[in-house]
Each structure stands twice: as structure tokens, then as C-alpha cells.
């Protein structure tokens, strides 16, 4: 219990402020309902339950219990926030859909926790009502530099946590990089990504939080992986060694220490929006959402403008369906009409098999054509 209640106000101290950004961009409604789903020690309850106000409601479930106290001591007396420990999958299965407004995961929908995140998300969304809001947010750790000016080293000794941890390799689905498609797949509408960085240096105001999160956090998971997993990402006995020495406070290479050191983590946020009354969904109907396409006049429309104004120039495209072009100006035409008109340009263009040529005048806007113009396929 000691050590989990250090990691995560370790984690707090320096993702708070991240926390806040992401949970701000969200825009929540005042009196809005929320589901923190794995909330751990809670450190996106006091962000949620401000932006919800007086008259929301949050609740932050978790499985394991310890996490739960942890964040009931975060919160404190907070009237808004309630607190279960409890299977995310028990709750999908007793919450009414539509009932929430928003749903936060905050580095929970992983492989190692779920077999299927994309699953989870869809069943989710159900929960959500029209308009809600799934926010998936992670602190993005494989794409953090906590080992500035030993970049290889740091690419190893990742790959060695992401082992240690059962990540998703890569190309598989379930990796935490796809929550994009995942919400996507799930129907959500203006899914987006934004990164919100956590940077730490000796200079900024938050450098006690994150000397103590590289000690609590960081450090002792890079050993852990490293001991467990260095023949499998092609570390030797050497580059151990190196790395120990660079993390091990008090010795002179502590990497910390060295003047302009820099960590830096990108946590990443990826939301969408269930559409506002989405109901009930086909996919095979909502294929035929189509769209108008119009077929460009070409230059040369000034001197003949073809068969376009009896066929149409407007056509409706839609999945498996060939569609005839759309309202030809000629069905609106009288019947004689229909049999040409004749155009004004003064140009000479060929009208018939034998190369004869027809000449319109400017003088009179009615000619007399030779009768093989009348058979010839470029008469209107």
C-alpha cells in the first residue's frame, strides 16, 4: 500500500496540471454526469468534479480497493464525487444506457488490463448519452525521455518496460496507440488527438515533483525491466551498468544532476462525441449517405455544349447503386425545343461525315443548314 500511495502522488505531482488542460478542453456541461473509469489515486476527480459544478456528479470506480482509498484521501469531502471499488465491466452491466454525459479512462484501457480495449470502448459508448463525451487519456510513457543525451540506451530500456508490462507489439490492434480507430470503430464523430507535454528541469517551479516521481516512478521501473528483460532487447551486462550509474542518485553521473537535463513526457488525450440523437444504427443504410457530384463544363461548351443539357450534369453517388444523372435542363423545355437551337458564336465547326462546314453568323440568330448537318453528330 506504501509503495502504490507513493507512486501515484508521485504521478500527481507532475500530471496534474496536464490532467486539468485535458479535462478543460472537454468543455463540460455545469450539472453534467461522469464516469472515471480506473481512476486509480483519483487524480482527474478534483479536475472533473470542478468543471461539472455543484449540480454534477462524478464517479470514480476502480477494481482494486487500495487504489479507491487512495483516492477518497485525494478528494477528500468532495459532495459531487462518489467512489466504488468495482469491475468496470459489473458497472457497464448496471448503468442504464444513455445516463452519462461523459466518460474519463485515464491510462487504464491496455492490454494488460483488458484483452480487448476496442470491445470496452463500444460497450462504453452505449453508456453515453446523445452528445456525451469518451476521453481516453494516457501519460504516453513509451514516448517519454527521461534518459536526455543517451537516446539508444532509453530505446532499449523502454522496449525492456514494454515487455516487463505486456504491451501490444507492434501492428497489433489492441496497442493503446489505436484508441483513435477505437472510438471511431465505436461511432464516436470528431475524434481527435491533442498532446498535452510534461516537461521537468532543474529551472522549473515543479522540479521537487518530478525529482521525486524519476525516483519513485521512473528509476525503479527502468532497473525492474532491465534486470528482467536486458537479453531480450539486446542489452549486455556493460549497458546495465551504464544505466545504473545514470539513475542512481548521489553518484557522479547522476543524469538528473548534469546541467541541462530535461525530462519530458507527452501525455496524449484522444476523444470523441457520440453524435446527438445517433438512436439506433445500421451500418448497410448509412452507406447510402451519399453525395451530389457535378460534372465540369469544359471550355469548349461555348462552341457545342454536347448532350449535357439533355442528360444532366448532376449525378447522386452512393455505395453499390448506379444512379442516373439528375434534372437535364431539356425536361423543362418545349417539345420543339427539343430538336436544337442554334448558337450565336461566330466560329466554324465540322457538322457532318463529308467535312462540310456550317458557319453561324452574328447577323441572324436562325440559319438555314444544309440538310447533312441535320444527320451530323455534332448537332446539338
Known amino acids: 500500500m506504501s509503495d502504490l500511495s507513493a507512486w501515484h502522488d508521485a504521478w500527481a505531482g507532475v500530471a496534474a496540471a496536464a490532467v486539468s488542460d485535458a479535462v478543460a478542453s472537454h468543455g463540460l456541461a455545469v450539472g453534467a454526469r461522469v464516469l472515471d473509469v480506473g481512476t486509480g489515486g483519483g487524480v482527474a476527480l478534483p479536475a472533473l468534479a470542478n468543471a461539472v459544478g455543484p449540480d454534477g456528479r462524478v464517479v470514480g470506480i476502480d477494481i ?46 491496455w492490454r494488460n488490463y483488458f484483452d480487448n480495449p476496442a470491445d470496452l470502448v463500444r460497450r462504453l459508448v452505449g453508456l453515453l448519452a446523445p452528445g456525451g463525451i469518451l476521453a481516453v487519456f494516457t501519460g504516453n510513457w513509451y514516448s517519454s525521455r527521461f534518459l536526455y543525451g543517451h537516446p539508444e540506451l532509453e530505446r532499449r530500456v523502454l522496449a525492456a518496460s514494454a515487455r516487463r508490462w505486456a504491451v501490444a507489439h507492434d501492428g497489433d490492434a489492441t496497442h493503446h496507440e489505436h484508441a483513435p480507430a477505437w472510438l471511431e470503430a465505436a461511432g464516436l464523430r470528431e475524434v481527435r488527438m491533442q498532446i498535452y507535454p510534461m516537461v521537468g528541469t532543474a529551472t522549473g517551479s515543479n522540479w521537487v515533483e518530478w525529482q521525486r516521481y524519476l525516483q519513485v516512478g521512473v528509476w525503479p521501473d527502468y532497473l525492474a525491466a532491465v534486470r528482467a528483460h536486458a537479453p531480450d532487447v539486446g542489452m549486455e551486462a556493460a549497458d546495465a551498468g551504464r544505466l545504473e550509474a545514470l539513475i542512481t542518485p548521489g553518484t557522479p553521473r547522476y543524469l538528473p544532476a548534469q546541467p541541462g537535463y530535461v525530462a519530458f513526457q507527452p501525455a496524449m488525450l ?32 461555348l462552341v457545342d455544349p454536347g448532350v449535357d443539357r439533355f442528360t444532366g450534369t448532376m449525378v447522386f453517388l452512393e455505395s453499390h447503386k448506379r444512379n442516373e444523372f439528375l434534372v437535364p435542363p431539356a425536361r423543362d423545355w418545349a417539345d420543339v425545343a427539343r430538336f436544337g437551337d442554334c448558337r450565336r458564336p461566330c466560329c466554324c465547326r465540322p457538322s457532318c461525315r463529308s467535312g462540310c462546314c456550317c458557319w453561324c453568323t452574328l447577323a ?9 448537318c441535320a444527320m451530323s453528330p455534332a448537332s446539338p
Open 270 to 301: 484522444v476523444a470523441g462525441r457520440r453524435c446527438s440523437a445517433q438512436g439506433t444504427r445500421n451500418a448497410h443504410s448509412e452507406t447510402h449517405y451519399g453525395i451530389y457530384a457535378f460534372t465540369p463544363a469544359s471550355p469548349l461548351a
Open 64 to 109: 482494486e480497493a487500495s487504489s479507491v482509498a487512495l483516492a477518497r484521501r485525494r478528494v477528500g469531502d468532495y459532495p459531487t464525487i462518489s467512489l466504488e471499488a468495482r469491475d468496470v465491466g459489473s458497472v457497464i452491466g448496471t448503468t442504464a444506457p444513455g445516463s452519462v454525459d461523459a466518460i474519463w479512462a485515464g491510462d487504464v484501457l
Open 364 to 372: 441572324s440568330p436562325a440559319i438555314a443548314m444544309p440538310a447533312c
